[in-house]
């Protein structure tokens, strides 16, 4: 089976811009759940997403959004970029049931400037 | 609100040693999920090993193994006869109510 996969890998954005991330789970797997990886606060979850609907929240501004797809494909999108939301974001799905094993995609790393 | 903490930044041991990664969390829950992760610098996040609270057996896997003392809110990942590939950063965490919570992380170095 694929693993997860996320795109772009790296991105470069400058302050105000929006961005859209994408990730695609392995196949059969319906949860998709997204991290901000950064020096400073370490791994965040930002939400998770189950069957096209948002289950859960972390602490981020509106400012972060996502959607999932009827194919259970996510995107994460992030409108007026600061400078502090230079991350690295990592995808990670489960087949959705419960509390299985999250897997992560290889992640994107986001450079606002 | 659940914490995972890891009270050591930066750990180092010898190739084909062993070495002991601690972590203590804290929650109310008594329903969750404990997962060592590793990311070495390629940054891809993968799982180690995986232990459900409700069994007093402690989960293994290979080289891998922990220890859990539930009383405690105590979760330790012990690796066996170390490899140079075993070098990364590693990452405790805990899943109850559908969150993944992770601790800061070691970043372990093997010396050959």
């Known amino acids: 089976k694929a693993g997860v996969t996320q795109t772009p890998r790296y991105l470069i954005k400058t302050r105000g811009q929006q961005v859209t991330l994408s990730c695609s789970p392995i196949s059969g797997h319906r949860s998709v759940s997204w991290y901000q990886q950064t020096p400073g606060q370490g791994l965040q979850f930002l939400f998770e997403?189950?069957?096209?609907?948002?289950?859960n929240k972390g602490n981020f501004p509106g400012r972060f959004s996502g959607r999932q797809f009827s194919n259970s494909r996510s995107e994460m999108n992030v409108s007026t970029l600061e400078l502090g939301d230079s991350a690295l974001y990592l995808c990670?799905?489960?087949?959705?049931?419960?509390?299985?094993?999250?897997?992560f995609g290889p992640g994107t790393r986001l450079l606002v400037l | 609100a659940q914490t995972v903490t890891q009270s050591q930044p930066e750990m180092s041991v010898q190739e084909a040693e062993t070495v002991t990664l601690s972590c203590t969390y804290d929650?109310?829950?008594?329903?969750?999920?404990l997962f060592w992760y590793k990311q070495p610098p390629s940054r891809q996040m993968i799982l180690v090993i995986r232990?459900?609270?409700?069994?007093?057996q402690n989960a293994t896997e290979n080289r891998f193994s922990v220890n859990f003392q539930k009383a405690a809110k105590s979760f330790s990942l012990k690796i066996s006869d170390s490899q140079l590939g075993d070098a990364a950063m590693y990452f405790c965490a805990y899943e109850g109510a559908q969150k993944l919570v992770f601790g800061q992380g070691t970043r372990l170095t093997i010396n050959p």
């Open positions: 997403y189950f069957s096209e609907t948002q289950r």
């Open positions: 990670a799905s489960r087949t959705g049931g419960g509390q299985e094993t999250q897997y």
């Open positions: 232990q459900e609270a409700y069994k007093q």
């Open positions: 929650t109310s829950e008594s329903d969750y999920y």
